[in-house]
């Protein structure tokens, strides 16, 4: 990119006419007016980024497992805070983007595994599936990674499959999760 002083400085030297310069900044200044906006994402800016999100995975891991064997709601409970705590590092001050994606995942991954730890499979399923979403969005107002909000209709969408699957006969519920669960991601991909 180039900055003022740098097309000052062209003009001064004959590199550039003046009215190009002009007719250069007339057209910057349009584009920026008519909302032009590409986003520059780099997933990956430096192999820093992967050291820390390797680093992040083996600490979260290594408390959700180490303190399962003391209670399951436990070990998820502390994957819940510890990934929270590391995105306000990693994602609120760092801005990086790899290991914000793992934390938020894991930051969800966390409440599904409360849920279900505290009340049982089947309710616990249920109850991720508001429980999920709500933390999800309270991540996302704190951090603003934008894929909390896709976990966050995934698990709405999970819960949407569970609720309606017993109405169904056994034979056929394999199926029709099957179905069910490509429907709901093709009206969540449509809502974009």
């Known amino acids: ?52 999100t390797i680093a992040c995975l083996l600490l979260l891991s290594s408390f959700f497992y180490a303190a399962q064997h003391v209670a399951p709601a436990v070990g998820a409970g502390l994957l ?61 107002r704190r951090f603003k990674v934008p894929i909390s909000v896709a976990f966050g209709a995934s698990a709405i969408g999970y819960g949407i499959v569970l609720s309606l699957l017993p109405q169904l006969p056994a034979e056929r519920q394999p199926t029709a999760g099957r179905w069910l669960e490509f429907a709901i991601g093709l009206v969540i991909s449509a809502s974009r």
Do not use: K, Q
């Open 80 to 140: 819940v805070v510890a990934a929270w705590g590391l995105a306000e590092f990693f994602t609120r001050r760092r801005r990086m983007a790899l290991p914000s994606i793992v934390l938020v995942a894991a930051f969800g991954f966390g409440l599904a595994a409360v849920a279900i730890a505290l009340m049982g499979r089947s309710s616990g399923s249920i109850a991720a599936c508001v429980v999920v979403p709500l933390g999800l969005l309270l991540h996302w």
């Open 1 to 52: 990119m180039y900055s003022e002083d740098d097309l000052d400085s062209a003009v001064a030297n004959g590199a550039l006419s003046a009215s190009a310069v002009d007719a250069l900044r007339a057209h910057v200044a349009a584009r920026r007016r008519a909302g032009v906006d590409e986003e520059h994402f780099r997933l990956v800016t430096g192999f820093n980024d992967i050291f820390v």
